[in-house]
């Protein structure tokens, strides 16, 4: 038995933050930020909208689509950074809000990388026989710890989040492989210092700024091209297959040099992968979900049609996986 998508949905707040409107806050350019990451645009969540908020409309989406009632929802997972609160899952509020009375639920972070270690998670536990109804969520509110003075990371992220039902399916259809990593050696390199039980809230840490994150954009950069178009061309190779074989190449959408270098190693040309970084930026767990939906709304996947994920984040996190598209 496999796990599939049967159901893809999204959200994006309402609000948008153009490189325009970036202009006039920090010292940047709209050619600077378009030619080094390929972002126009991004969404960002409205007064009091959190992602709790963004979840509940996603999986009242995918309920909609797939017919499901709240109560035959078994499992909700939700890959997040930013969640509602430091103590209380953003799985529990979504569960409440949408009314999942039968469900359990945790958050998994593994930063950009989360959708994809969620999605293995949620297909390991429709696999197992145990559950049948799983909802996945991808989903940050990235303003939420984005200093908006710095031009370095705020040019770069936006809100927004994505997801999907996996039900159990046969005859090869549904998530066939997956690659996953974690290097903490990296994790200097792209986090959010305070806020932890290591650097406790304090004023210290408000006046120092360790509440945003911090990122060392060159060296996360050399190794995102490297891990993610290594484990992209990996997860190919031990199934015996080319880039000639993959309908789709949805990658994690953090800067499209990036995007281009993996999908040039796997041998995919342009029309095989999608790339919305320039309307959203990079909304880290959000990504690879809502370009997903917009795949399927846009009629790029047919059954049978192969599938491949590919993403990179801090810890760092890297991971690629296959699947083989269709209902069960
Ligand atoms: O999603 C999780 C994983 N994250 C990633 O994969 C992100 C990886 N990193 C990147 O995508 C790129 O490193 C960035 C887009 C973050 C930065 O691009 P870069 O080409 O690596 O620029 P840089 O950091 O080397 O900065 C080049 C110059 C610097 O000026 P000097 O020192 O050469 O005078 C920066 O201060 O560009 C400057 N700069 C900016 N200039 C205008 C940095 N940010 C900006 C900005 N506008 N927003």
């Given at each position: 038995m496999n796990a599939t998508i049967t159901a893809t949905a999204?959200?994006?707040?309402?609000?948008?933050?153009?490189?325009?409107?970036?202009?006039?806050?920090?010292?940047?350019?709209?050619?600077?930020?378009?030619?080094r990451t390929g972002i126009e645009n991004r969404h960002l969540v409205g007064e009091g909208e959190a992602t709790s908020d963004m979840g509940t409309e996603i999986a009242k989406t995918l309920l909609e689509r797939s017919g499901k009632t709240p109560e035959e929802i078994d499992l909700i997972l939700v890959a997040t950074s930013t969640p509602d609160y430091p103590v209380v899952s953003t799985a529990a509020l979504v569960q409440d809000k949408i009314g999942a009375v039968?469900?359990?639920?945790?958050?998994?972070?593994?930063?950009?990388?989360?959708?994809?270690y969620a999605l293995e998670t949620g297909a390991k536990l429709v696999e197992s026989g145990t559950y049948k109804n799983v909802i996945v969520i991808g989903a940050d509110t990235m303003s939420s710890i984005i200093d908006y003075t710095d031009r370095n990371t705020c040019v770069i992220f936006g809100d927004g989040g994505g997801g999907v039902l996996l039900e159990p399916s046969e005859n090869g259809i549904g998530i066939l492989d997956s690659i996953l990593h974690a290097d903490g050696s990296g994790s200097q390199y792209l986090t959010v210092p305070a806020g932890g039980s290591l650097h406790p809230a304090s004023k210290d840490t408000v006046d120092k700024k360790m509440h945003y994150v911090y990122q060392d954009g060159k060296t996360v950069y050399k190794f995102a091209v490297k891990n993610m178009a290594d484990v992209s061309k990996r997860i190919l190779d031990q199934n015996n297959l080319t880039g000639d074989d993959v309908k789709l190449f949805i990658p994690h959408q953090a800067n499209r040099r990036i995007i281009d270098a993996a999908a040039k190693r796997c041998g995919l040309g342009p029309e095989k992968v999608l790339v919305?970084?320039?309307?959203?930026?990079?909304?880290?767990?959000?990504?690879?979900?809502?370009?997903?939906?917009?795949?399927?709304?846009?009629?790029?996947?047919?059954?049978?049609?192969?599938?491949?994920l590919a993403a990179f984040g801090g810890g760092f996190t890297w991971g690629s996986m296959l699947i083989r598209w269709g209902d069960a």
């Open positions: 999204r959200y994006l707040p309402e609000r948008k933050l153009s490189n325009f409107d970036l202009e006039k806050m920090v010292d940047t350019s709209d050619e600077w930020i378009r030619s039968n469900a359990w639920g945790y958050d998994i972070v593994a930063a950009c990388t989360g959708f994809v919305n970084i320039n309307r959203y930026g990079n909304t880290t767990a959000g990504t690879i979900p809502i370009a997903l939906d917009e795949a399927v709304e846009t009629n790029r996947l047919e059954k049978n049609d192969l599938l491949l």
